[in-house]
């Protein structure tokens, strides 16, 4: 199987991959192995929506070996149009499928991003890391780093944090700093590692710590996880949830159905 084997579905000058995550991780898994690396992102509507004006998101998704769509309603209006999607593909849910099959390869990963460390316990990328490792046997660690905020503004934190990355040679990187932040750290890794894979994860990684709770899986099926974030951190998501992203989505369902 081979990246070329997918065809595109086109949603408001994006192309999506018409792939499953099953896929996905075959394909990964096919190229690790013959030394190839790559990039997969995971656009949600609020990405999607960036990429209309945004030459930086663009260029993230141009750079992309996968894109693959983390948002129902982007599998609704891809139906709408004609050409559908077969599934929505989470990144959240990527974290662990990827996992176990580089697990039964032996590969190792490297996990980013994740809560501080609390006085005298660990940050969350090394707590996901280790619950990874304990759930999917054979994964190996190639390390963990949680690094502060701000690091990559100060030229040298930057450059000791792509040093320890590039250092541990991982096959793959899970890189959960949030968009845009951790596309920009990938874009930088991509040059040091060129034969690894890498994700934008988000908050998958606090997730997998059990940092933060995702939401039932009824929710993630209907297209109501976003109403789950939101219920969970109202402060920062409630500007770009229902002021920007709701009507984008609206949008973009009605103008799928129009050019069908």
Known sequence: MTIEAFDRVHLDGTGFDRITEAEVVAVVREAIAVGRGGRILTPNVDILRQAQDDEAVRAYLDDADLVVADGMPLVWASKLSGSPLPERVAGSSLIWSLSRGLARDHRSVFVVGGAPAAAGGQDGATRAAGRLARDCP???????????????????????????????????????????????????LRAELPRAWFIGCGAAVN?????????????????????????????RLAGRYLKHDAPYAMRLLAGAAARR
Do not use: N
């Open 207 to 235: 997730f997998v710590a059990g940092d933060v709770e995702r939401a039932p899986r009824w929710m993630q099926k209907t297209g109501l996880e976003w109403a789950h974030r939101l219920g969970t951190e109202p402060g």
């Open 138 to 188: 054979g994964l190996r660690i190639a390390g963990t780093l949680c690094p502060s905020f701000g690091f990559e503004r100060d030229a040298r934190s930057y450059a000791d944090f792509c040093r320890e990355v590039a250092g541990a040679g991982p096959d793959l990187v899970f890189v959960g700093l949030g968009f845009p932040k951790q596309e920009a750290v990938i874009t930088r």
